[in-house]
């Protein structure tokens, strides 16, 4: 780890840090390279974000030094020879609620605010974290961007009048690429057993986690999901599109209202662009990763 | 797909069919290599099989042939030249319940009887599957193996007196490797946030999936973990082993009473011989994968 930590203080990379461990880390390896370290520090507010996929934030948490220490921490931090630029709160993750991600981005910037009169130079890094929200399921209404966006270009106005220097960011990691990915997998088997369609298909939950609904849903919902060469055909069966493996974990669709489909045909997974192959299981059972195609 | 069929059947491996499908790529394979494939039909029973971590049979299954359609696809595979040895019934897996076990493997062979009448041949092959649980939790108490092994010496007299040609067969994936293997990882941080204690770990999640509850677990339990270097002292703390992965899923011991531990210690968690690894996203969020020693 302490080359890691080399390595990004040696190309001028703000660190961002999460304990007072991290700080003297990352000081000693300034040290050791002539050189100032770039860091922020993640703060776990005092807030909590609701209608958050995961909290980040509030509480007793892993992630990021309690508000109410960071003074302590930029006092440290002074006698260290680092140079805390700023800030990064990242209070939640995947929120489809536009008025929550602008209230928690306005209670950031009052923090930040708060926080900066103990920073011993300007502040110049403001790290509003992300939490925009795609949806997965037929009952999410797709995040309003707009009103995230007007936020947003007031909160920016307020920065930049504080704090001339700073320079705000976001972070959207599944908001911008969650869309672009699909999963296509091909129907091997259709068996009836007792009243229900199963399609087996030749891919499954070590190609796709998240959709199987085994990573970190409290409840299983399908995804969106269609047969690719149907489309235009009515949906007029519900069915179970079931993986390979041999577990009952191995669920992509559940009661899904699908056209009538059958052996050779292709089951399309949306929002498969974040949180899809990476974070699954590949070597499970022994069967063979999927290709990864970039169109 | 058809090219790992024709190697089994070239092999004079035993294929276990699940549909009517499988049974004629099967008999296809056989005939492009003028050889007689033996298969057995896996059967999806009339019972269920309660208290397992996993149900896999009664009622509507993705997996095996239902019970009531087995003598048509007896029939069928009589036209198709291939040679049907005998039956598998997986009825669930980690089970630490003897008795249930023991019923579920009378039902299996009273199944089995009935449906070796249709049989052509005699009935030469009767895998009772599996089951057997290991303990994971403080709550689980061990599987009683004796009983299990005095119901299973009954049954196979029943089966030698009834089919003298039958062998039978169980698998114990997880029973005989689960408790073999133990996952151990280092403490790169101790962080106290608003009165509770986590050590951050350098592995996580992305290495032992089931461990962080995120595997099929319902209601996640802690896997039992213990301070490897400290295992004489007393678990007078209690802290939250977190891994070092950006997500609150990445949590392998909630509120778990421990010795003091701080950086460098190490944390070894037990269990971990089945579904462990292999079943763990390991490319998630870019970290090394674990190393994998054999002792």
Redesign the interface.
């Known amino acids: 780890?302490a080359a890691e930590i080399r390595q990004a203080v040696a190309a001028g990379i703000i660190v961002e840090i999460?304990?007072m461990?991290?700080l003297t880390r990352v000081a000693s390896a300034g040290e050791e390279l002539g050189l100032i370290p770039q860091v922020a520090v993640r703060v776990?507010p005092d807030f909590a974000v609701k209608g958050s996929g995961?909290?980040?934030g509030g509480?007793?948490?892993?992630?990021g030094i309690?508000a109410e220490v960071v003074p302590d921490v930029l006092s440290a931090a002074a006698g260290l020879g680092v140079d805390v630029l700023g800030f990064h709160i990242f209070a939640g993750s995947q929120n489809l609620n536009a008025e929550i991600i602008a209230e928690a981005q306005r209670r950031t910037v009052d923090l930040v605010t708060e926080l900066a009169v103990h920073l011993p130079g300007e502040l110049r890094y403001i790290n509003l974290g992300g939490g925009f929200g795609i949806p997965y399921t037929e009952k999410d209404q797709p995040l309003d961007l707009d009103a995230v966006a007007a936020n947003l270009h007031d909160l920016v106005e307020v920065i930049t009048s504080r704090f001339p220097q700073a320079k705000p960011v976001i972070e959207l990691g599944r908001y911008i690429v969650g869309e672009c990915g699909v999963y296509v997998t091909q129907v091997?088997?259709?068996?009836i057993?007792?009243?229900?369609t199963?399609l087996?298909v030749?891919g499954g939950m070590h190609h796709q986690?998240a959709a199987s609904g085994?990573?970190?849903q409290a409840i299983r919902r399908n995804y969106p999901l269609v047969v690719g060469n149907r489309v235009d055909e009515a949906a007029d069966e519900s069915a179970?599109v079931?993986g390979c493996l041999?577990?009952?974990?191995d669920l992509l669709g559940d009661d899904v209202a699908l056209p009538p489909a059958d052996?050779d045909d292709l089951i399309v997974i949306f929002q498969q662009g974040a949180y899809g192959?990476?974070?699954?299981?590949?070597?499970?059972?022994?069967h063979p990763a999927p290709a990864e195609v970039l169109v």
Chains 1, 2 share one sequence.
């Open positions: 780890m999460e304990s461990t991290e776990n995961m909290r980040m509480g007793p948490q892993q992630f309690d091997v088997d259709r068996k057993s007792r009243g229900r199963f087996v030749d986690l085994n990573f970190g179970n079931v041999c577990t009952p974990l052996i192959l990476t974070a699954s299981p590949t070597a499970f059972l022994g």
